[in-house]
């Protein structure tokens, strides 16, 4: 069960989510206002936030309320992950067990965003993209859909991401994406993020 996420001035924050997939990236990269609209059921975030108790996908780890038979089932989440990702990565085990996830909003908290990294709170929308979270997504999608899906999907999420790119170039439009969000994603892409680690070795 997750719970009605709000901030300290009561604004709404999206809690509730649907499982990522190829045409989820497609559109997370394309960032485009018509193409959401129509194809809204395929987001991860929905468009609307739902009032009532609903079952979902996945839940913000932010507030959740677990059964200890859920973990007695997966366990407790993957360790691997720093932040990000390991709550989608719970649920989605959790969902292959037959669990359901509900997000229930007469459950309300307050949350400070992004306190843990400063990635999406407050006049830091635009700063750059911390390395663990491009490698929480890698691994969530190689450990839950194998190397080829990710591929898939760094190439679906990247090339729009190109487009979207391109077209705020020609109509002179520019949106408050992270900093060297292109050129992070890229490199820390399943085709180029190797080259990191043999840095490394």
Same mark, same amino acid.
């Given at each position: ?10 604004? #709404? ?16 990269? #394309? ?14 975030? @929905?468009?609307? &936030? @739902?009032? %009532? @108790? ?6 913000? /780890? ?16 993957? %360790?691997?992950? +720093? ?12 969902? !292959?067990? /037959? ?5 229930? $909003?007469?459950?309300? &908290?307050?949350?400070?965003? /992004?306190?843990?990294?400063? *990635? ?9 993209? $911390? ?10 999608? &190689? !450990? ?10 760094? #190439?679906?999420?990247? /090339?729009? +991401?190109?487009?979207?790119? *391109? #077209?705020?170039?020609?109509?002179? =439009?520019?949106?408050?994406?992270? !900093? ?17 680690? =043999?840095?490394? *070795?």
């Amino acid at each position: 069960m997750g719970s009605r996420l709000e901030g300290e001035d009561g604004e #709404l924050q999206g809690s509730a989510f649907r499982f990522h997939t190829l045409k989820s990236e497609l559109l997370s990269g #394309l960032r485009l206002g018509i193409t959401d609209t129509l194809f809204s059921k395929y987001l991860v975030s @929905p468009k609307e &936030i @739902p009032a %009532e @108790p609903t079952q979902v996908d996945w839940l913000a /780890g932010a507030s959740m309320l677990v059964r200890y038979s859920v973990i007695e089932d997966i366990g407790l989440m993957d %360790e691997t992950y +720093f932040l990000y990702y390991e709550e989608t990565d719970f649920c989605l085990q959790a969902h !292959k067990f /037959g669990w359901q996830s509900w997000y229930v $909003p007469s459950s309300r &908290i307050i949350h400070y965003v /992004g306190q843990s990294t400063g *990635v999406v709170s407050g006049d830091s929308l635009r700063r750059r993209r $911390p390395k663990y979270w491009f490698q929480s997504r890698q691994y969530y999608l &190689i !450990k839950n859909h194998g190397i080829i899906y990710t591929a898939l999907a760094d #190439l679906s999420w990247g /090339g729009m +991401f190109t487009v979207h790119k *391109v #077209l705020d170039f020609i109509r002179l =439009k520019f949106h408050n994406d992270a !900093k060297y969000l292109w050129r992070d994603f890229w490199r820390n892409s399943i085709f180029l993020s190797w080259l990191d680690r =043999k840095q490394d *070795v």
